[in-house]
Protein backbone atom coordinates (compact mmCIF):
# COMPACT_ATOMS: atom_id res chain seq x y z
CA UNK A 1 0.00 0.00 0.00
CA UNK A 2 0.86 3.86 -0.26
CA UNK A 3 3.35 5.37 2.10
CA UNK A 4 2.32 8.11 4.09
CA UNK A 5 4.92 10.50 2.77
CA UNK A 6 3.18 10.10 -1.17
CA UNK A 7 0.25 11.99 0.63
CA UNK A 8 2.43 14.23 1.87
CA UNK A 9 4.43 14.89 -1.22
CA UNK A 10 1.47 16.14 -2.92
CA UNK A 11 0.02 18.04 -0.16
CA UNK A 12 -3.53 15.59 -0.56
CA UNK A 13 -5.35 14.39 2.95
CA UNK A 14 -5.10 10.74 3.20
CA UNK A 15 -8.85 9.90 3.00
CA UNK A 16 -8.25 7.02 0.25
CA UNK A 17 -6.06 4.04 -0.29
CA UNK A 18 -3.41 4.08 -3.19
CA UNK A 19 -2.45 0.27 -4.55
CA UNK A 20 0.84 -0.26 -6.36
CA UNK A 21 0.96 -2.54 -8.79
CA UNK A 22 3.93 -3.25 -10.42
CA UNK A 23 5.57 -2.28 -13.87
CA UNK A 24 8.80 -4.24 -14.51
CA UNK A 25 11.34 -2.56 -16.74
CA UNK A 26 11.42 -4.57 -19.41
CA UNK A 27 10.01 -5.16 -23.18
CA UNK A 28 6.31 -5.94 -22.69
CA UNK A 29 6.30 -4.21 -18.82
CA UNK A 30 3.08 -2.42 -19.84
CA UNK A 31 1.41 -5.95 -21.13
CA UNK A 32 2.29 -6.97 -17.49
CA UNK A 33 0.83 -4.58 -15.58
CA UNK A 34 -2.31 -4.73 -17.31
CA UNK A 35 -2.57 -8.06 -16.10
CA UNK A 36 -2.33 -7.13 -12.89
CA UNK A 37 -4.80 -4.32 -13.33
CA UNK A 38 -7.06 -7.28 -14.54
CA UNK A 39 -6.24 -8.99 -11.44
CA UNK A 40 -6.45 -6.30 -8.96
CA UNK A 41 -10.10 -5.51 -9.87
CA UNK A 42 -11.33 -9.40 -10.37
CA UNK A 43 -9.96 -10.27 -6.97
CA UNK A 44 -10.40 -7.30 -4.86
CA UNK A 45 -13.54 -5.37 -5.72
CA UNK A 46 -16.28 -4.86 -8.52
CA UNK A 47 -15.83 -1.03 -9.09
CA UNK A 48 -18.59 1.10 -10.36
CA UNK A 49 -17.06 2.80 -12.34
CA UNK A 50 -13.00 2.63 -13.40
CA UNK A 51 -11.00 6.08 -14.61
CA UNK A 52 -7.91 5.49 -16.67
CA UNK A 53 -4.67 7.25 -17.77
CA UNK A 54 -2.44 4.17 -18.90
CA UNK A 55 -3.64 2.22 -22.06
CA UNK A 56 -2.43 -1.26 -20.89
CA UNK A 57 -4.70 -0.76 -16.77
CA UNK A 58 -8.10 0.23 -18.77
CA UNK A 59 -7.62 -2.77 -21.56
CA UNK A 60 -7.38 -4.97 -18.25
CA UNK A 61 -10.65 -3.13 -16.86
CA UNK A 62 -12.35 -3.62 -20.24
CA UNK A 63 -11.74 -7.37 -20.60
CA UNK A 64 -13.56 -7.55 -17.12
CA UNK A 65 -16.70 -5.95 -18.55
CA UNK A 66 -16.23 -2.74 -16.23
CA UNK A 67 -17.55 0.42 -17.54
CA UNK A 68 -14.36 2.65 -17.95
CA UNK A 69 -13.39 6.39 -18.49
CA UNK A 70 -9.84 6.77 -20.49
CA UNK A 71 -8.48 10.00 -20.24
CA UNK A 72 -5.43 11.48 -22.28
CA UNK A 73 -3.23 14.10 -22.77
CA UNK A 74 -1.44 13.45 -26.19
CA UNK A 75 -2.66 11.31 -29.28
CA UNK A 76 -1.39 8.20 -29.52
CA UNK A 77 2.56 7.97 -30.38
CA UNK A 78 2.55 4.59 -32.41
CA UNK A 79 1.14 2.46 -35.13
CA UNK A 80 0.57 0.08 -31.87
CA UNK A 81 -0.51 2.49 -29.59
CA UNK A 82 -3.53 4.11 -31.93
CA UNK A 83 -4.54 0.28 -32.86
CA UNK A 84 -4.83 -0.18 -29.16
CA UNK A 85 -6.48 3.16 -28.32
CA UNK A 86 -9.14 2.04 -31.72
CA UNK A 87 -9.92 -1.23 -29.44
CA UNK A 88 -10.72 0.76 -26.07
CA UNK A 89 -12.74 3.48 -27.69
CA UNK A 90 -14.88 0.53 -29.74
CA UNK A 91 -15.23 -1.72 -26.58
CA UNK A 92 -18.37 -2.77 -25.58
CA UNK A 93 -18.75 -1.28 -22.03
CA UNK A 94 -16.19 1.93 -22.48
CA UNK A 95 -17.84 5.34 -21.48
CA UNK A 96 -16.20 8.20 -22.37
CA UNK A 97 -13.20 9.83 -23.42
CA UNK A 98 -11.59 12.85 -21.91
CA UNK A 99 -8.72 14.80 -23.35
CA UNK A 100 -7.85 18.47 -21.63
CA UNK A 101 -8.07 20.61 -24.84
CA UNK A 102 -10.42 21.51 -27.81
CA UNK A 103 -7.73 20.99 -29.84
CA UNK A 104 -7.12 17.54 -28.59
CA UNK A 105 -10.27 16.79 -29.26
CA UNK A 106 -10.42 17.65 -32.60
CA UNK A 107 -7.57 15.51 -33.39
CA UNK A 108 -9.05 12.30 -32.25
CA UNK A 109 -12.21 12.97 -34.11
CA UNK A 110 -9.94 13.06 -37.13
CA UNK A 111 -8.15 9.54 -36.40
CA UNK A 112 -11.43 7.74 -35.08
CA UNK A 113 -13.90 9.77 -37.27
CA UNK A 114 -16.76 7.33 -35.93
CA UNK A 115 -16.17 8.23 -32.53
CA UNK A 116 -19.54 10.79 -31.69
CA UNK A 117 -19.38 14.15 -30.21
CA UNK A 118 -20.85 12.91 -26.94
CA UNK A 119 -18.51 10.44 -26.47
CA UNK A 120 -15.53 13.31 -25.98
CA UNK A 121 -15.20 14.86 -22.19
CA UNK A 122 -12.90 18.39 -22.91
CA UNK A 123 -11.32 18.92 -19.68
CA UNK A 124 -8.70 21.27 -19.08
CA UNK A 125 -6.30 20.62 -16.31
CA UNK A 126 -7.33 21.86 -13.14
CA UNK A 127 -5.94 23.25 -9.33
CA UNK A 128 -6.73 23.74 -5.62
CA UNK A 129 -7.64 27.13 -4.56
CA UNK A 130 -4.69 27.94 -2.30
CA UNK A 131 -4.73 30.05 1.14
CA UNK A 132 -3.92 33.36 0.46
CA UNK A 133 -0.27 34.33 0.43
CA UNK A 134 -0.53 36.11 3.96
CA UNK A 135 -1.45 32.94 5.41
CA UNK A 136 1.53 30.93 3.90
CA UNK A 137 4.78 30.91 5.72
CA UNK A 138 7.25 32.85 3.73
CA UNK A 139 10.27 30.62 1.45
CA UNK A 140 13.49 30.55 4.36
CA UNK A 141 16.26 32.19 2.74
CA UNK A 142 14.74 33.73 -0.19
CA UNK A 143 17.30 35.31 -2.34
CA UNK A 144 15.36 37.73 -3.93
CA UNK A 145 16.68 41.68 -3.33
CA UNK A 146 14.20 43.57 -0.89
CA UNK A 147 12.15 45.86 -3.23
CA UNK A 148 13.23 44.44 -6.46
CA UNK A 149 10.11 43.01 -8.70
CA UNK A 150 10.33 39.42 -8.90
CA UNK A 151 9.36 37.15 -11.15
CA UNK A 152 8.90 33.62 -11.28
CA UNK A 153 9.17 30.30 -13.25
CA UNK A 154 7.64 26.87 -12.01
CA UNK A 155 8.20 23.76 -13.76
CA UNK A 156 10.96 21.55 -15.81
CA UNK A 157 13.48 23.02 -17.81
CA UNK A 158 12.85 20.41 -20.67
CA UNK A 159 13.94 22.04 -23.70
CA UNK A 160 10.65 24.62 -25.40
CA UNK A 161 9.00 24.99 -21.48
CA UNK A 162 10.83 28.49 -21.41
CA UNK A 163 13.78 28.58 -19.79
CA UNK A 164 15.11 29.69 -22.94
CA UNK A 165 13.58 32.91 -22.89
CA UNK A 166 14.30 33.77 -19.22
CA UNK A 167 18.06 33.14 -19.70
CA UNK A 168 17.64 36.26 -22.42
CA UNK A 169 15.53 38.20 -19.83
CA UNK A 170 17.74 38.37 -17.03
CA UNK A 171 20.43 40.52 -18.15
CA UNK A 172 18.14 42.71 -19.91
CA UNK A 173 16.34 43.43 -16.72
CA UNK A 174 18.95 44.28 -14.31
CA UNK A 175 16.50 45.58 -11.93
CA UNK A 176 14.17 42.88 -11.30
CA UNK A 177 15.00 39.29 -10.37
CA UNK A 178 13.99 36.17 -11.64
CA UNK A 179 13.41 32.82 -10.06
CA UNK A 180 13.31 29.65 -11.11
CA UNK A 181 11.74 26.68 -9.04
CA UNK A 182 12.11 23.33 -10.87
CA UNK A 183 14.58 21.16 -12.68
CA UNK A 184 17.07 18.21 -12.26
CA UNK A 185 20.38 19.03 -11.42
CA UNK A 186 21.57 18.72 -14.73
CA UNK A 187 19.19 20.84 -15.67
CA UNK A 188 20.41 23.34 -13.48
CA UNK A 189 24.50 22.80 -13.79
CA UNK A 190 23.49 22.90 -17.63
CA UNK A 191 21.14 26.87 -17.65
CA UNK A 192 23.85 28.20 -14.82
CA UNK A 193 26.72 27.72 -16.77
CA UNK A 194 24.76 29.55 -19.93
CA UNK A 195 23.04 31.87 -17.97
CA UNK A 196 25.44 33.07 -14.40
CA UNK A 197 23.60 36.35 -13.75
CA UNK A 198 23.12 38.44 -10.24
CA UNK A 199 19.17 38.36 -10.99
CA UNK A 200 18.72 34.73 -11.87
CA UNK A 201 18.34 32.13 -9.02
CA UNK A 202 17.94 28.60 -9.64
CA UNK A 203 15.82 26.94 -6.63
CA UNK A 204 15.94 23.02 -7.90
CA UNK A 205 13.06 20.85 -7.72
CA UNK A 206 10.96 21.69 -4.97
CA UNK A 207 7.77 18.89 -3.87
CA UNK A 208 4.60 20.25 -5.33
CA UNK A 209 2.94 21.00 -2.27
CA UNK A 210 5.86 22.97 -1.57
CA UNK A 211 5.23 25.08 -4.68
CA UNK A 212 2.49 27.03 -3.50
CA UNK A 213 5.23 29.26 -1.12
CA UNK A 214 7.71 30.02 -3.68
CA UNK A 215 4.69 31.52 -6.19
CA UNK A 216 3.02 33.50 -3.33
CA UNK A 217 6.52 35.11 -2.96
CA UNK A 218 6.45 35.95 -6.65
CA UNK A 219 5.54 38.83 -8.34
CA UNK A 220 4.59 38.10 -11.94
CA UNK A 221 4.57 34.35 -13.02
CA UNK A 222 6.02 33.69 -16.69
CA UNK A 223 4.65 30.62 -18.45
CA UNK A 224 7.01 30.83 -21.51
CA UNK A 225 6.20 27.89 -23.61
CA UNK A 226 7.83 27.42 -27.00
CA UNK A 227 6.44 26.81 -30.84
CA UNK A 228 7.65 23.36 -29.71
CA UNK A 229 7.32 21.83 -26.29
CA UNK A 230 9.21 18.35 -25.52
CA UNK A 231 7.55 15.75 -23.04
CA UNK A 232 9.17 14.45 -20.24
CA UNK A 233 12.89 13.48 -21.29
CA UNK A 234 13.47 15.82 -23.74
CA UNK A 235 11.10 13.75 -26.44
CA UNK A 236 8.42 14.63 -28.95
CA UNK A 237 6.36 17.72 -29.03
CA UNK A 238 3.26 18.51 -26.87
CA UNK A 239 2.38 22.10 -27.82
CA UNK A 240 -0.82 21.92 -30.14
CA UNK A 241 -2.63 19.60 -27.64
CA UNK A 242 -0.96 20.33 -23.55
CA UNK A 243 -3.00 22.03 -20.81
CA UNK A 244 -0.33 22.84 -18.91
CA UNK A 245 -0.98 22.27 -14.98
CA UNK A 246 0.93 25.02 -14.31
CA UNK A 247 -0.98 27.94 -16.09
CA UNK A 248 -3.67 26.93 -13.90
CA UNK A 249 -1.84 26.86 -10.74
CA UNK A 250 -0.66 29.95 -11.40
CA UNK A 251 -4.35 31.98 -11.85
CA UNK A 252 -4.96 30.10 -8.35
CA UNK A 253 -2.27 31.68 -6.76
CA UNK A 254 -3.59 35.45 -7.49
CA UNK A 255 -0.50 36.63 -9.39
CA UNK A 256 -0.14 38.26 -12.69
CA UNK A 257 0.86 36.15 -15.45
CA UNK A 258 2.79 36.90 -18.74
CA UNK A 259 2.14 33.54 -21.37
CA UNK A 260 2.79 32.78 -24.62
CA UNK A 261 0.21 33.18 -27.26
CA UNK A 262 -0.40 29.61 -28.45
CA UNK A 263 -3.39 28.28 -29.49
CA UNK A 264 -3.44 25.39 -26.72
CA UNK A 265 -3.13 28.43 -24.11
CA UNK A 266 -5.52 30.74 -25.45
CA UNK A 267 -8.57 28.13 -24.92
CA UNK A 268 -7.90 29.36 -21.26
CA UNK A 269 -5.78 32.91 -20.94
CA UNK A 270 -7.17 35.74 -22.84
CA UNK A 271 -5.23 38.58 -23.64
CA UNK A 272 -5.95 41.92 -21.49
CA UNK A 273 -8.09 39.87 -18.86
CA UNK A 274 -6.34 37.46 -17.19
CA UNK A 275 -2.96 37.39 -18.77
CA UNK A 276 -0.34 39.43 -21.05
CA UNK A 277 0.15 37.31 -24.36
CA UNK A 278 3.31 37.57 -26.23
CA UNK A 279 4.83 36.00 -29.15
CA UNK A 280 6.42 32.66 -27.72
CA UNK A 281 10.01 33.26 -28.74
CA UNK A 282 10.29 37.06 -29.01
CA UNK A 283 12.19 38.16 -26.38
CA UNK A 284 11.59 41.61 -27.15
CA UNK A 285 7.79 41.69 -26.25
CA UNK A 286 8.68 39.52 -23.39
CA UNK A 287 10.53 42.50 -21.64
CA UNK A 288 8.25 45.10 -22.58
CA UNK A 289 5.27 42.88 -20.78
CA UNK A 290 7.56 42.54 -17.87
CA UNK A 291 7.90 46.66 -18.31
CA UNK A 292 4.59 47.26 -18.57
CA UNK A 293 3.40 45.24 -15.78
CA UNK A 294 6.50 46.96 -13.62
CA UNK A 295 4.99 50.17 -14.40
CA UNK A 296 1.21 49.71 -13.61
CA UNK A 297 0.84 47.45 -10.04
CA UNK A 298 -2.87 48.44 -10.71
CA UNK A 299 -2.80 46.50 -14.15
CA UNK A 300 -0.58 43.57 -12.36
CA UNK A 301 -3.57 43.33 -10.10
CA UNK A 302 -6.36 43.61 -12.19
CA UNK A 303 -5.17 40.70 -14.36
CA UNK A 304 -4.43 38.65 -11.12
CA UNK A 305 -7.62 39.29 -10.42
CA UNK A 306 -9.71 38.06 -13.16
CA UNK A 307 -7.06 34.69 -13.48
CA UNK A 308 -8.29 34.12 -9.78
CA UNK A 309 -11.44 34.50 -10.33
CA UNK A 310 -11.40 32.48 -13.76
CA UNK A 311 -9.56 29.75 -11.99
CA UNK A 312 -12.30 29.90 -9.14
CA UNK A 313 -15.16 29.65 -11.21
CA UNK A 314 -13.98 27.24 -14.05
CA UNK A 315 -10.82 25.07 -13.20
CA UNK A 316 -10.76 23.66 -9.54
CA UNK A 317 -10.00 19.83 -9.53
CA UNK A 318 -13.95 19.64 -8.03
CA UNK A 319 -14.94 21.38 -11.09
CA UNK A 320 -13.64 19.21 -13.37
CA UNK A 321 -14.83 16.15 -11.68
CA UNK A 322 -18.12 17.10 -11.70
CA UNK A 323 -17.95 17.90 -15.42
CA UNK A 324 -17.04 14.47 -16.15
CA UNK A 325 -18.60 12.45 -13.99
CA UNK A 326 -21.86 14.90 -15.27
CA UNK A 327 -21.49 13.13 -18.73
CA UNK A 328 -21.56 9.06 -16.96
CA UNK A 329 -24.30 7.10 -18.38
CA UNK A 330 -24.96 9.00 -21.29
Given at each position: ??????Y????????????????????????IY??H?R?????T???D?????CIY?I???????L???????T??????H??L????L???????LV?I??A?????M?????LE?????????????P?SA????P???????????????????F????M????????L??HM??????G??????H?????NF????F??F?P???TI?Y?????????????RV???G??G????WM???K???????H?????????????VL??G???????P???G?W?????????????????????Y???????T??????????????
Open positions: MCHEDDVYYGVQNTFAIKKLPWPAVKGGGVGWCRFLFQFEPLVYARGIGALKLGPCIYEVHPPHSRIYLERAVRARSFEHVSNLKKEYRLYPWDRQIIVAPDGADLPKQLDVPNWTGREGVLQIGYVGHLSGRGEIIAKLAPLPDFHVIGTEDDIRWSARANNLYHGVPHERRAMCDILLLPYQPALAGRDNSKSPLMFEYMASKAIIASKLPAIEETNRNTLLVPDDVASEALKKLAECKELRNRLAEHAEDAAMCYWTQRAKRVLCNVGQ
